[in-house]
């Protein structure tokens, strides 16, 4: 499976992106996105997932962005996306898109290890 990540650009800070990731197959009854950031010089850190499993839908997120991004399924674009609002210089950083076709536990979604499956990142930089 590959992913295609796309959605990045340049933002003042208090603006939106959306990122959205694409799949290389249809996705199955069962999958888990997530979302992942790295600034230069910083470990990968999570930024929020989605788990799906048989019409049930589980989300999580990162402290640092509860209420200012939303992760969601377009079921008929067969992406997932990443809407990010009022953003701040601090979020800028490559972000990554990852799935795995499996249920991880809900603590493990945070985890870069639950993902099988990478697309390339997509840069965001937030000016001050």
């Known amino acids: 499976v590959q992913l295609q990540a796309s959605g990045g650009g340049l933002v003042q800070a208090g603006g939106s992106l959306r990122l959205s990731c694409a799949p290389s197959?249809?996705?199955?009854?069962?999958?888990?996105m997530g979302w992942f950031r790295q600034a230069p010089g910083k470990e990968r850190e999570f930024v929020a997932a989605?788990?799906?499993?048989?019409?049930?839908?589980?989300?999580r997120y990162a402290d640092s962005v509860k209420g200012r991004f939303t992760i969601s399924r377009d079921n008929t674009k067969n992406t997932v996306s990443l809407q990010m609002n009022n953003l701040k210089p601090e979020d800028t950083a490559a972000h990554y898109c990852?799935?795995?076709?499996?249920?991880?536990?809900?603590?493990?979604?945070?985890?870069?290890?639950?993902?099988?499956?990478w697309g390339q990142g997509t840069q965001v930089t937030v000016s001050s």
């Open positions: 990852a799935l795995t076709e499996r249920a991880p536990i809900f603590g493990y979604l945070n985890s870069p290890g639950a993902y099988d499956y």
């Open positions: 197959t249809r996705t199955f009854s069962t999958f888990t």
């Open positions: 989605m788990r799906w499993t048989s019409g049930n839908t589980h989300y």
